[in-house]
Nanobody, 126 residues
């Protein structure tokens, strides 16, 4: 599966952005989809994940974004979204979408994911 992320940009603190990740292929609904981010000089970190269609659409969030970010997916459009509200300067990072069909892995671990998008930059000014 190939992933194409979009929607990044510059926003003021307290603002909102919606990221989108479009996937190729006909089996999108069998993949767990995740969002990760990497700030300058830091390691890539988990942001959010959503289960595959058969997994009931369960969602998981890092504590740092819980209550502010929402992950969702549209299995008709083969797209996963990350709606980011109440953005903070510390949310500044390159955001990556990822996909895996290894259901037994740890969804918050980057190594679980086999497919990655190219990243989209989010900059939050104070």
């Amino acid at each position: 599966v190939q992933l194409q992320a979009s929607g990044g940009g510059l926003v003021q603190a307290g603002g909102s952005l919606r990221l989108a990740c479009a996937a190729s292929g006909r089996t999108f609904d069998t993949y767990i989809m995740g969002w990760f981010r990497q700030a300058p000089g830091k390691e890539r970190e988990f942001v959010a994940a959503i289960s595959w269609l058969g997994g009931g659409g369960s969602t998981y969030y890092a504590d740092s974004v819980k209550g502010r970010f929402t992950i969702s997916r549209d299995n008709i459009k083969n797209t996963v979204y990350l709606i980011m509200n109440s953005l903070k300067p510390e949310d500044t990072a390159v955001y990556y979408c990822a996909a895996t069909n290894r259901y037994g892995g740890s969804w918050y671990v980057a190594a679980t994911y086999d497919y990655w998008g190219q990243g989209t930059l989010v900059t939050v000014s104070s």
